[in-house]
């Protein structure tokens, strides 16, 4: 059993419940270390789950959520708890186990905006929650996280060196205080009620731990200095040294204002000290014996202080003598233990949706649901229920996505990146799209039409997969080996440290993530799909400003360790779905039997992406650079527009197969057209103030450009329905035929007109688009001759 524990404390009670959990076979790993970058690990924690998922890790034991905050102070407390959300999806994608040891009901500290609801959200997502004590349940109750599962599991003890009994030594009655102070331990109580005690008592009081609050510090350091009798020692005590410490003292004062669980005083009792408490709930599983307790505050703590400073040697003996019998009967083999059935029940069954249905009942009680709203809540859940319906809602929403995802990109690297880099970077991806694409070999498709069906689904993902990132590595190499020299500033480029692998690497990722969306959608893992590509996001959108120092290669690492997450995610979300055959063919068999016959369709695609992928390089090729990131970030904010007649034009293609084209052709004409005259009219009034979130450089040398590309969009909108027509009605081979004719006009006009600046490229692209348009209007009068009208009323039919 392999267990991923996050994070690392230096608190003993994991080492210790660890090191007795190894010794029952289970395997314990801590999840982000893997560089020295506290962020750069909390953004590759996604990856490291996917990886360690691979290699058979099924339980995540979480421990505190201090960790999950980001640097930059209270205003990133609401990206932190974002991404705390998008990790805790991560783990439920992967099918992993959550277990949480509620070691606290709430941070002492804020971590996050609302520490309360992401209490509630980790509740929701945990598998198993751990408690030391029962208190903690309900107050985690209380704030309206009840867990699926829980178990009450009590805290260890600590080891700790035999010591003299407590009230021998001579000299005065010593109280203690030890552990880091922060304000819920209640110390300024504690230093307020040793000063009110009277004058005459022969008491001395220790205050040893560290204490990150520096505005807390000096107020101890104050309140201090006003008594002889109190001794403060702040900073981290040497594990060498605690022994010392307890042994002399007489008794450990805890004043706490709240807590959950304390270590602090089973480190005590270990220690044969007894303790005065606060009558807190949480500290009821404390022994009665070992405990001189009080109520009011500081007036209850000063009158348990008077009463302890008089007690005889006898008496503390005795309380010792409890407090040592009381950790000798708690056992880590035993915690270990039953922390282990904990892991193999969550394991054994996941459970948790009875209580999740509950949970929604009560909510919707309390909001005054009435039977109205029952039933639309019913028929939205039936419409969900509709395969078909649910999958197309998600991945519509995955596209937005992407696009979204891609615009904040781009707009964080415009502005913190240098121009230069940007304009390589839009020359890297779309070579690599344009090389991914080249290398499935229509794989993906052939995952969408045969993988549910084939008798060995997970031996054939795997050889696509293989395929695919071995002829995309290869296509990567030769492409920079060959190519990159001949563009400007390509071999300063090609030298850089990592340059080559990095890029390869992308492509390859990229040709094997695109593999495995194709195998997702056809085992309807849609929601998978828009989960790992959602994470793949976050971090490529995150690790942007970190890896800044990097210039060009911090940016290829930011898209591609997004893009390597996405991948990641989508191997092991797509693996657990897939059946393996008792008897596995031999690749090169497989490969024959279900690599896609339908070339025409494979070289209409690969055509179809020349345009947007090669265009970029000869702006770079002929302008340079700066000219090319100026062109992209125009060409990327009037690809927006495309994503109307394309949505359309995929509705259309659907409807098509029902209905008359004819009838719905129309519809579709004014459909698109009434959405997309609005859109280019804004883009072409507000171009310079929509590029100035890019930095003022984009505005004054890309407005123009944009402006021309948004008016190639009422042109382009054609073209795409040409395709549609084309492809509806099974002619293939001049789909095809339009596919290279576009292709060639784009960049043909492109390339003669790009000399004369990128607005004059901009209009070659949009003339290109125009004749493509002309000559589509041409094939169809061709394809759709009075002498086949027969064939296409049968086919509207």
Not at 271 to 295: D, N, Q, S, T
Request: aromatic residues 6%.
């Amino acid at each position: 059993m392999k267990v991923l524990v996050f994070p690392r404390d230096s608190n003993p009670y994991q080492d210790l419940l660890h090191d007795e959990l190894r010794r029952t076979g289970v395997r314990v790993h801590y999840l982000g270390e893997l560089t020295f970058s506290h962020t750069l690990n909390l953004l590759l924690l996604p990856a490291e789950l996917a990886a360690w998922r691979l290699a058979g890790a099924r339980i995540v034991h979480l421990h505190w959520v201090w960790k999950f905050a980001l640097p930059g102070g209270a205003w990133m407390r609401r990206p932190a708890q974002l991404w705390f959300a998008a990790v805790l999806g991560v783990v439920r994608l992967l099918g992993l186990r959550l277990v949480w040891t509620a070691h606290n009901v709430l941070p002492h500290r804020p971590v996050f905006a609302d520490d309360a609801a992401a209490r509630r959200t980790l509740v929701r997502h945990c598998d198993l929650v751990i408690a030391h004590h029962s208190t903690a349940l309900h107050r985690l109750a209380a704030l309206g996280a009840v867990p699926s599962r829980a178990a009450v599991i009590p805290h260890g003890p600590f080891p700790a060196p035999p010591l003299p009994p407590p009230g021998r030594s001579v000299g005065p009655r010593t109280f203690l205080f030890f552990g880091r102070i922060e304000p819920y331990k209640g110390v300024e109580d504690l230093l307020a009620a040793f000063t009110a005690l009277p004058g005459g008592l022969d008491v001395r009081l220790v205050i040893a731990g560290s204490c990150p609050d520096a505005a807390l510090a000096a107020r101890l350091k104050a309140s201090a200095a006003a008594d002889d009798g109190v001794e403060l020692r702040l900073g981290r005590v040497r594990d060498e040294d605690v022994a010392g410490l307890f042994a002399a003292a007489d008794i450990v004062v805890l004043p706490f204002r709240e807590i959950t669980t304390s270590g602090s005083a089973l480190l005590a009792l270990a220690h044969g000290r007894p303790l005065i408490v606060p009558a807190l709930p949480a500290l009821a599983g404390l022994p009665a014996a070992a405990l001189a307790g009080y109520r009011g505050g500081v007036t209850g703590l000063t009158a348990a202080l008077r009463a302890v400073a008089g007690w005889d040697a006898a008496t503390l003996a005795a309380m010792s003598a409890a407090a040592l019998e009381h950790v000798n009967g708690l056992g880590w083999t035993e915690i270990a233990r039953a922390t282990r059935n904990g892991y193999a029940t969550v394991l054994r069954d996941r459970g948790g949706q009875t209580g999740e249905r509950v949970r929604l009942d009560r909510m919707g009680e309390r909001m005054g649901l009435d039977a109205a709203g029952g039933r639309m809540r019913e028929r939205v859940r039936s419409l969900f229920r509709n395969v078909l319906v649910r999958g197309t809602f998600l991945l519509l929403a995955n596209t937005v996505l992407l696009a979204a995802g891609g615009f904040a990109f781009f707009t964080l690297a415009a502005r913190n990146y240098p121009v230069e880099a940007v304009g390589w970077l839009t020359a890297v991806t779309a070579s690599v799209n344009l090389l991914s694409t080249v290398a499935a070999l229509g794989l993906p498709t052939t995952l969408l039409r045969h993988l549910v069906k084939a008798d060995d689904p997970r031996r054939l993902a795997a050889i696509a997969v293989t395929a695919v990132g071995a002829i995309g590595g290869v296509l990567a190499l030769l492409s920079l080996l060959i190519l990159a020299p001949l563009l400007p500033g390509g071999p300063e480029l090609i030298r850089q440290p990592g340059t080559i692998t990095l890029v390869t690497v992308l492509v390859m990722v990229t040709a094997v993530g695109g593999t495995l969306d194709a195998g997702l959608v056809a085992v309807r893992g849609t929601a998978a799909l828009l989960a790992k590509n959602l994470a793949g996001t976050v971090l490529k959108v995150g690790a942007l400003l970190p890896l800044v120092p990097l210039g060009f290669t911090g940016l290829v690492l930011a898209y591609g360790g997004g893009a390597l997450l996405a991948c990641l995610l989508g191997g092991a979300a797509l693996w657990p779905r897939l059946r393996r055959a008792a008897d596995r063919a031999r690749p090169m068999e497989l490969l024959r039997r279900y690599l896609p016959f339908s070339t025409a369709g494979y070289l209409a695609t690969a055509l179809g992406m020349l345009p947007s992928t090669v265009v970029p390089l000869e702006v770079l090729a002929v302008q340079g650079p700066q000219a090319a990131a100026y062109f992209a970030i125009a060409f990327q904010v009037a690809a927006f527009l495309n994503f109307i007649p394309s949505t359309s034009a995929q509705v259309l293609f659907a409807e098509a197969q029902r209905i008359s084209l004819r009838r719905y052709l129309r519809k579709a004409v004014v459909g698109i057209y009434g959405l997309l005259v609005p859109a280019v009219a804004v883009i072409v009034v507000g171009a310079p103030y929509i590029l100035r979130v890019f930095g003022d450089a984009y505005s004054a040398q890309a407005a123009e450009t944009l402006r021309v590309l948004a008016l190639a969009a009422l042109v382009g909108a054609g073209n795409y329905l040409v395709d549609t027509i084309l492809i509806s009605r099974d002619r293939t081979g001049a789909y095809v035929f339009m596919n290279g004719a576009n292709a060639v006009l784009v960049l043909g006009l492109v390339a003669a007109l790009l000399p004369y600046g990128l607005t004059a490229a901009a209009l070659g692209w949009t003339l290109a688009q125009g004749l493509s348009l002309l000559l589509g209007v041409g094939v169809l009068i061709a394809a759709f001759a009075p002498g086949r009208r027969a064939e296409v009323s049968a086919a509207d039919r």
